[in-house]
Nanobody
């Protein structure tokens, strides 16, 4: 079983940047599909970006359309930390951001609850 802990959230002005981190414990991400989701007040949890497990040395990344070109998802070579670099942030990016994982290859990331393991979330607030 893998435990996930996010960090890096905060308050930033529109146009600014943040880098979220998600550290795995108990097990590494090796063999897991991992991703970032977010949930704004009054809205459903939605997929943001993820990496589908495709074997060691391979990484298929996927992004939701609103963040393409602004966000970048990556992981370290030790398969212990997942990152989300967020640039050109907009007020509509305000949400609690969650890291999630599921063993195996799950390229669709839908519905969100197909992911078996979740972190506690980190708040991102973008002011206008």
């Amino acid at each position: 079983q893998v435990q996930l802990v996010e960090s890096g959230g905060g308050l930033v002005q529109a146009g600014g940047s943040l880098r979220l981190s998600c550290v795995a414990s108990g097990r590494t991400f090796r063999g897991y599909t991992v991703g970032w989701f977010r949930q704004a007040p009054g809205k459903e949890r939605e997929f943001v970006a993820g990496i589908t497990w495709s074997g060691v040395g391979a990484a298929q990344t996927t992004y939701t359309d609103p963040v393409k070109g602004r966000f970048t998802v990556s992981r370290d070579n030790a398969f212990t930390t997942l990152y989300l670099q967020m640039n050109s942030l907009k007020p509509e990016d305000t949400a609690v951001y969650y890291c999630a994982a599921r063993y195996g290859s799950w390229p669709l990331f839908q519905p969100p609850m197909v992911m078996n393991y979740w972190g506690q979330g980190t708040q991102v607030t973008v002011s206008s």
